[in-house]
């Protein structure tokens, strides 16, 4: 059954005021032992909505928001949307420095953080007029509770416009440093909108459903998800940090329905479940993207979880979601089960090749995205807009082809950019922190597939030192994050690369195969 209740403005704010009218006693998020409705969530990001706006923080003001998932992540979500301030979360995994960097960059006013990532203050250089700590500990000056308990919980009402940016997502880019993508309040309901005008059912939302939310909510997937989930009024569960056997519970005790995973999250659910009797019958559609699935998990995916598949494809700078695999596609022998999926009827695909001409069905060339939820831009990156978003379309970096029915198939990231786990890793990045140790001379990093994680990160390293692999991971884990740490460090003479000095992957790739 599709839900009776619509959000009329596009504004996120009017996602949960409409809901907490309209089921005010319904639980809206789930996160470990508490539960809030959609009447306490409405009134608790009133009551932060003006303990922010009681700080002096002015309209698109940037609020940062460093921690693990939690039902205060949420109130604060909808409180940015309430007092018109632009939410920015951050990658917990994230080094102090690159922590820094982002708050730096996108000149926050406040910092929400919780108590496990909290430490990290002592070491970033770059700190926010103010820093509220979630989980009340003595570390900070200000407590959460305390801070708001004495505020109003009647809405504050601050003017808001659908062009407004809502979010602010930090993507790295091929130059190591992140860049903030800008996503406006609109963003967030041109797909949702799209499906149920056209009526598609490719990914729907029902008034039982309980939704899980696999992915985090620093991630545009994670957040985009959570929101479709709100404007539907359902109920939504979310993980402070994913564990296979935790998933698997609350998909026994909560009765879930829909979920968002990346493929990763998928074999590690099955994985956890070979030994058990999990029952998986209340599932009815599991949505995954982020990296490729594999035939072969696919398969095992079918059989054990019995339920419909959707992958969906997209960029930060799209929004999320542009294209989508429908569920009737998701079966053995399916010649479309390879492709990336078809555009949503809002969205438009193009193939261009390098002088910019677009190309006919089945031509490789570099894929085009115009869609309405498409990014503002890169926040004060001008240049850096204009390249990626031209007339519209965001020009994606990735390598494919259409077919003649207008599924689209990647090819390669042109960008170079490699998924594990969902987890984009820009391997000049690495390859910057690889080439700050002292022992070594010149480093190359690319992705290889990998059946559970999707791609696995070889590096290819020249020393004229011997240098042991536990030594490099050392050293790399004070400059980047655990998840951007190669898991192969092959040592090689020279690092092939072209007279003009860049780097063959393809040749990289040879040589990985040689070596093991």
Not at 83 to 104: F, H, M, T
Not at 126 to 132: A, C, T
Not at 255 to 268: D, G, L, R, Y
């Amino acid at each position: 059954m599709q839900m009776i209740f619509s959000v009329k403005k596009q504004l996120i704010a009017e996602i949960i005021r409409t809901m907490a009218r309209s089921v005010p006693f319904k639980p809206a998020i789930i996160s470990e032992a508490v539960c809030l409705t959609y009447q306490e969530l409405d009134k608790k990001s009133n009551a932060l909505a003006n303990a922010i706006i009681a700080k002096g923080i002015k309209p698109q003001s940037r609020i940062a928001y460093l921690g693990k998932e939690s039902d205060k992540y949420y109130v604060l979500l909808f409180a940015c949307a309430k007092a018109n301030c632009v939410l920015v979360p951050i990658n917990w995994r994230l080094k102090a420095n690159e922590v820094s960097y982002i708050l730096s960059d996108s000149e926050s006013a406040i910092l929400f953080i919780d108590e496990e990532t909290q430490a990290i203050l002592e070491e970033i250089q770059y700190k926010p007029l103010f820093v509220i700590s979630l989980q009340n500990s003595e570390y900070l000056e200000e407590k959460y509770d305390k801070w708001i308990h004495s505020f109003s919980k009647v809405d504050p009402f601050i003017p808001v416009f659908p062009t407004d940016t809502f979010a602010q997502i930090y993507t790295s880019g091929t130059t190591g440093l992140p860049k903030g993508v800008e996503l406006q309040h609109k963003s967030f309901f041109q797909i949702r909108n799209s499906l149920i005008q056209n009526n598609l059912t490719w990914i729907d939302w029902r008034s039982d459903d309980i939704s899980l939310i696999g992915i985090p909510g620093f991630h545009i997937g994670g957040l985009w998800w959570a929101l479709q989930g709100f404007s539907s009024g359902i109920t939504q569960i979310c993980l402070r940090v994913f564990h296979a056997s935790v998933a698997i519970e609350i998909i026994r005790a909560h009765k879930v329905t829909i979920a968002c995973v990346v493929p990763a999250m998928i074999h590690m659910i099955l994985k956890e479940s070979e030994n058990l009797e999990v029952d998986f019958s209340s599932l009815r559609k599991v949505i995954y993207g982020g990296s490729p699935i594999s035939e072969s998990l696919l398969e095992k995916a079918i059989a054990i979880l019995n339920c419909e598949f959707v992958q969906i494809y997209g960029l930060t700078e799209t929004g999320n979601t542009a294209i989508c695999l429908p569920p009737e596609v998701h079966f053995l022998g399916s010649r479309h089960l390879k492709a990336a999926g078809r555009p949503y009827p809002c969205v438009k695909v193009e193939i261009k090749d390098q002088s910019n001409a677009c190309l006919p069905p089945f031509e490789i060339g570099e894929v085009f995205l115009f869609s309405p939820a498409n990014m503002k831009g890169f926040w004060k990156l001008s240049d850096k807009t204009l390249e990626v978003l031209q007339s519209g379309w965001i020009k994606t970096g990735d390598a494919g082809y259409l077919d003649t029915e207008g599924y689209l198939f990647i090819c390669d990231r042109i960008k170079d950019v490699i998924i594990v786990a969902g987890e984009k890793i820009y391997p000049t990045e690495v390859e910057n922190a690889l080439l700050k140790h002292p022992l070594v001379q010149d480093a190359a990093v690319v992705g290889i597939p990998h059946e559970e994680w999707g791609e696995s990160i070889y590096s290819f390293i020249v020393s004229h030192d011997v240098i042991k692999p536990i030594e490099i991971i050392s050293f790399l884990r004070q400059l980047i994050a655990d998840y951007k740490i190669p898991s192969q460090f092959i040592f090689i003479d020279e690092i092939p690369r072209n007279p003009s000095g860049k780097i063959l992957k393809r040749e990289l790739r040879a040589l990985q195969k040689i070596a093991n």
